[in-house]
């Protein structure tokens, strides 16, 4: 069994430019979720795609997009990037979205840096 | 108020200690409860979920009281294995989403 990869794994981009970030589900999961760890802090729900849908959004900005494709891999997408939006991603897959003790799989991350 | 609140850390304790960590949410219809633990640099991995009946896997105790909305787990016979930061993390319903909280930092020395 496949666990959760997330690409690319450490990233530097400038204020202003775009970001994608990449992440592969656990084979059988249909449910990703993405969030924000900032540095001390617990991670932040941005937001979760369920069947190629989004299913629920954090306290996030809308230049936080993302898409879940047929495979149930997803793509974080930020617009506009700012000095606070430095921090680890993480994505997070699981089987199904209405199972409240349904165990979420996390990835080892993105790391990102705003200069 | 915070919607999932931790004790500051870190602690620090030697091999072998009992260690308390406590949590608190805020959201009283909260569904489901859990500590996942997180490695320095690396991502957060479940320790063990919480149930109301309270739950203990070997050396880890869990207990949840809803009425108090408190969470919390305790660890026995700490290793220096078990230095991490624990992160207290409550379903608040609705899409399955976790809330975090900012975590507690256990150092274990020898």
């Known amino acids: 069994e496949t666990g959760v990869t997330q690409s690319p794994t450490h990233l530097i981009k400038t204020r202003g430019q775009q970001v994608t970030l990449r992440c592969s589900s656990q084979?059988?999961?249909?449910?990703v979720s993405w969030y924000q760890q900032a540095l001390g802090q617990g991670p932040q729900f941005i937001f979760q795609y369920y069947r190629e849908e989004e299913n629920g959004r954090g306290n996030f900005p809308p230049r936080f997009s993302g898409l879940q494709f047929p495979n149930y891999s997803s793509e974080l997408n930020v617009n506009a990037l700012e000095l606070d939006d430095s921090a680890l991603y993480l994505c997070?897959?699981?089987?199904?979205?209405?199972?409240?003790?349904?165990?979420?799989?996390f990835g080892p991350g993105t790391r990102l840096t705003v200069l | 108020r915070k919607e999932v609140e931790q004790d500051p850390g870190p602690f620090n304790v030697p091999e072998g200690a009992t260690v308390a960590f406590n949590c608190t949410y805020s959201?009283?219809?909260?569904?489901?409860f859990f500590w996942y633990r997180q490695d320095c640099r690396k991502e957060p991995k479940l320790l063990m979920s919480v149930y109301s009946s309270g739950n203990e896997d070997g050396r880890f105790t869990a207990q949840l009281n809803r009425a108090s909305q408190y969470i919390s787990l305790l660890i026995r016979d700490s290793k220096l294995s078990d230095s991490a930061t624990y992160l207290c993390v409550v379903n608040m319903g609705g899409y399955s989403t976790l809330t975090f909280g900012k975590g507690t930092m256990l150092l274990v020395s020898p």
């Open positions: 959201n009283s219809a909260s569904q489901s």
């Open positions: 084979s059988g999961h249909n449910t």
């Open positions: 997070a897959s699981s089987g199904m979205a209405a199972d409240y003790y349904n165990e979420q799989f």
